[in-house]
Structures are given as structure tokens and as C-alpha cells.
């Protein structure tokens, strides 16, 4: 019955044709790959649910398979500072306020879950790459005391400078 209704109408066949292959060709280049990954369900997504409401602008929140991967651009000009030594400081400074931040504002429970965690930090002078395992992340938000934060941002934390 729908065979002989395509057959009399030729053109409409060849359009759905057109269409369907149209169609195949999209899947195949990974136009909807964004949101096919979307639908799958990960601890990196669901960290993510909570932090993507509370992150600036600036920011830019995305999973690679599993892992977490947040890219900061920075405000921080090198013409404010004296020296290279302060401007370092507080490019560093800034790093692990926004590492405690995200800790602060995923779901604990997700983000141990979490393998790595990988923190992009952008200016106009030097990039810094900060990466580190979800649960070593998760426990930034129980800590209060200031020195076993820094304690804790020592020996969990690999940073990888890059100067421009």
C-alpha cells in the first residue's frame, strides 16, 4: 500500500531519499554528538548540573568522556603588578580560590566520582593547567582551616605553567 503510494508520486521519494541520507550524513560528521553526550548519564555530567548555575561568564564547563575539564579566562592584567613574582602570586592565588570554588559548588557525591578534574586558567601573559582527582577535589569542600588548605592544594594538586 505505501509502496504503490510512493511509486506514484516519484518526486516525494526521491525527496525522502535525499532526506534520510541528509540525515545519516549529519549523525556521521557529529553534528548532534553534543547533544547525544547530553543524554548520557556521567558522574563529570551530573558534578556539572550544580556548578554550571553558579559559574561566571568567563568560565567554560565541559566533560571529555569522564573527566571534568573547566577553562577560566582570566582578568588578571601583568601591567597591574610590579614584577613578574606578584603577578605569579596572584595568578596562583586566583587558581586555587577557583579550584575551592568548584569543589564548593558540585555535588561531593559526583565529583568523587570524578577520575580528573582538569583546571585551564587563561590570561594575556601565561596559561596555568591545573589537574587533580575528583576525590582529592571533593574534600576541599570539608576543609576549613586555611593551612590544611594549602596543605591539601600542595599534595593533591599538579600544576603545569605555560608562559606566553
Excluded at 565529583?111 to 578534574?117: D, G, Q
Excluded at 590570561?123 to 576543609?143: D, P, Q, W
Aim: overall charge positive; proline content about 1%.
Amino acid at each position: 500500500m505505501i509502496i504503490k503510494k510512493l511509486m506514484a508520486y516519484p518526486v516525494l521519494m526521491v525527496g525522502i531519499l535525499f532526506m534520510v541520507i541528509f540525515l545519516f550524513q549529519l549523525k556521521n560528521k557529529g553534528v548532534f554528538k553534543d547533544h547525544f553526550d547530553k543524554l548520557q548519564a556521567t558522574s563529570c555530567r551530573s558534578a556539572l548540573v550544580m556548578l554550571d548555575k553558579r559559574i561566571a561568564k568567563n568560565w567554560k564547563s565541559e566533560c571529555d568522556d569522564k573527566n571534568m575539564i573547566i577553562t577560566i579566562s582570566s582578568n588578571i592584567k601583568r601591567e597591574s603588578y610590579k614584577d613578574d613574582y606578584k603577578y605569579k602570586a596572584a595568578m596562583y592565588r586566583e587558581l586555587a580560590n577557583s579550584i575551592f570554588f568548584i569543589s564548593k559548588n558540585c555535588a561531593n557525591d559526583s565529583l568523587e566520582r570524578v577520575p580528573w578534574v582538569v583546571v585551564l586558567f587563561e590570561s594575556n601573559k601565561m596559561n596555568i593547567s591545573a589537574r587533580t582527582e575528583g576525590k582529592h577535589l571533593a574534600r576541599f569542600a570539608t576543609l576549613t582551616d586555611s593551612k590544611i588548605i594549602a596543605e591539601h592544594l600542595k599534595t593533591s594538586v599538579q600544576v603545569k605553567e605555560y608562559v606566553k
